[in-house]
């Protein structure tokens, strides 16, 4: 295990998000614990459902594994590396190119057509070409299942095809890492599960890890990994 | 297209009434600023072209600028002296030497020089006593002194030499009196000496106090008016480089201690108002963009408002503080450059409309409408500052948009 924290180790280990001894605590008065020493270490492939009650710290680690916060004590480790000297703006660009972000919002761009929602983070990138991009967005949404909803706007989508275009979007760049926040928090049963289905199936690709907090036990039954968390603590872990 | 450019247009274009209301601020701001500036300047780079064209560019007069000191004053130049019941001496009036002074001042490169003669005379046409300046000049030497003889519109300048006691009035007197060419007047001096003279011709520079008050005639003649046989109490001159009036006028002054005043000094009240009226012409456009700019910072803080949640979503996607900064400043940006453009074509039109504007005007100078003035400077000077106040305006909401936590802003949404 400490062997993967040498950032000499090559960045295709086994452990693509590894938290050790973590702990969050929001400043008072009265202070907050959010997360209290949580290590765990996720590999590509797995699928891992983190539940427990409201309150229980499930978001904040989630927040914490994806670099959008930094813990008080322990580590971060991404692809091996640690993150906790990383400045802001290295933050940034870890955030896009190794993680995925889908929230219990879509949060898709109201200006911009699906297919331009989805590019956003590979123009930010901007490794590919202007025809490459809109070709894998185009892949994207096909297997998602959204590819006839490319030109509308997100006004005009239902809540699935919505919160499926997040997916797409959150998959731009190819990430390492897919990390989901109460993703079904306002889809039905139908929709839920095929955005679970999805997060199955990409995990099983082996090419990435794929975290999602939920607290819908059904959901959670779709996952190879199950991690409870209670006060900020794992109670259990799969 | 740029990305964060694209974001930006994107925001406008969700914000249209409230981004064409801030673009028609800066536009305003920056077309009044270039009309303004048209009107003010083109009357202003007339005027002194007007006065570097029309009059010598330094004169000496037979008076000195301070009374001589006393010799108390020089024995003891730090002592307290208090001098009461002062008289001056009364010297005969006249530069003193004057065709010596004359002689040496033509030695200078670039430097032309005549002498003249000027006193108040009254002047009586008909029922009509008008007061006037009469200046005895030479003519030859005149013409490199002035542009008089282009000035002349009725007659020729060589004309004072054909007739004798010959006149020349100035268009504006001529009217007060009612003479035309070929009147004869009765000319009286404070002296007591009266002449008929004939007018030969009328001349017009455009400048008000010329026009309407002063008449030429032959040195000779003046000098019988005044009663001053052989005397100069004016030394014109006129130089090759306009800008080294006020060294050399201040240089001969040393020299020879006569009043010597340069354009400039001559026109020192009149170059005054220009100062104040550019400093009135910056402060009001500066306003008008200052009111502009708090219109930019309007739709900028209500886009960053609104779009709180696509700023922490952008963030969370892996945009960093400056990708966020600078689509909010470019959106400033934008609108400023909008704003530039449109009011660039907006001062042009209104250029263009105050130039069809047609009126007599007879201030300093006389005209018919306004002189305008296109320099490609103003547009500069409106464009870089519409620019610069409609960036600076998105300045501060955009740095607080870049400050925004994410986290704070998705916790509070889910």
């Known amino acids: ?238 | 297209m740029h990305l964060l450019f694209d974001i930006a247009l994107r925001h406008l274009a969700g914000r249209r009434r409230q981004t064409l209301v801030s673009l028609l601020g800066v536009a305003l701001g920056v077309g009044f600023f270039i009309a303004i500036a048209a009107m003010m300047q083109g009357f202003q780079t007339y005027f002194v072209a007007k006065v570097i064209d029309v009059s010598p560019h330094i004169e000496m007069r037979d008076e000195y600028r301070k009374p001589p000191p006393q010799p108390v004053e020089s024995q003891y130049q730090n002592g307290l002296v208090h001098i009461l019941g002062l008289k001056p001496k009364s010297e005969p009036r006249g530069i003193k030497n004057a065709r010596a002074k004359i002689a040496a001042l033509s030695e200078l490169s670039g430097v032309a020089v005549a002498p003249a003669l000027s006193g108040q005379v009254i002047l009586r046409y008909g029922s009509k006593d008008v007061s006037a300046t009469a200046i005895g000049i030479d003519p030859k030497k005149e013409k490199s002194v002035s542009n008089l003889e282009r000035d002349i519109y009725l007659g020729e300048i060589e004309d004072l030499y054909a007739t004798a006691n010959a006149i020349i009035l100035g268009g504006g007197l001529a009217e007060k009196l009612g003479a035309d060419r070929g009147a004869t007047l009765t000319v009286l001096s404070p002296v007591g000496v009266v002449l008929k003279m004939k007018v030969v011709g009328l001349f017009t520079t455009g400048i008000v106090a010329m026009d309407n008050f002063q008449a030429y005639a032959l040195l000779k003649k003046v000098q019988v008016l005044e009663d001053r046989p052989n005397v100069v109490n004016r030394i014109r001159l006129r130089l090759a480089d306009v800008n080294q009036a006020d060294v050399l006028a201040r240089r001969i002054e040393t020299r020879y201690g006569y009043w010597t005043q340069s354009w400039k000094e001559a026109n020192a009240n009149v170059l005054g108002i220009f100062v104040i009226q550019n400093a009135i012409m910056y402060s009001t456009t500066g306003a008008i963009l200052v009111v502009a700019a708090f219109g930019i910072f309007n739709v900028i803080s209500t886009v960053v408002l609104e779009k709180t949640r696509d700023i922490a979503i952008l963030k969370s996607l892996g945009f960093n503080a400056r990708d966020i900064q600078a689509t909010f400043l470019l959106e400033g940006f934008v609108v400023g450059l909008a704003g530039t453009l449109v009011g660039w074509a907006l001062g042009y039109g209104l250029t263009e409309l105050l130039a069809t504007v047609e009126f007599e005007i007879e201030g300093f100078v006389r005209s018919q409408g306004f002189i305008l003035d296109y320099s490609p400077a103003h547009y500069l000077i409106a464009g870089a500052t519409g620019l610069s106040a409609a960036t600076f305006a998105a300045y501060l909401p955009a740095r607080k948009a870049a400050r925004m936590d994410p986290l704070a802003i998705i916790r509070g949404a889910s």
């Open chain 1, 1 to 238: 295990m400490s062997a993967e924290a040498e950032p000499s180790q090559a960045p295709d280990g086994p452990s693509v998000v590894e938290v050790k001894n973590i702990t969050r605590i929001l400043p008072g008065p009265p202070p907050v614990t959010l997360v209290e020493d949580v290590s765990l270490d996720l590999a590509r492939g797995d699928f891992a459902a983190v539940t427990g009650p409201s309150g229980s710290g499930k978001s904040s680690l989630l927040y914490l594994m994806g670099l959008l916060d930094r813990p008080d004590r322990g580590e971060v480790f991404l692809q091996g590396h640690p993150t906790s000297a990383y400045s802001d703006s290295e933050r940034a660009r870890l955030r896009l190119s190794v993680i995925g972000y889908v929230f219990q919002f879509h949060f898709l761009l109201p200006e911009f057509t699906v297919t331009q929602n989805v590019m956003l983070p590979m123009r930010r990138l901007g490794k590919l070409s202007e025809s490459a991009m809109t070709q894998r967005a185009g892949e994207l949404m096909e297997k998602l299942g959204i590819a006839e909803c490319r030109d509308k706007r997100p006004g005009q989508l239902s809540g699935g095809e919505s919160q499926r275009a997040a997916i797409a979007r959150a998959l731009a760049n190819d990430p390492a890492v897919l990390l989901a926040d109460e993703p079904t928090g306002n889809l039905d049963t139908r929709n839920s599960e095929i955005v679970f289905q999805t997060f199955a199936q990409l995990a099983a690709d082996g090419e990435r890890a794929v975290v999602a907090v939920t607290h819908d036990p059904d959901m959670a039954a779709f996952c190879s990994r199950r991690i409870r968390l209670v006060d900020g603590r794992i109670s259990s872990m799969t």
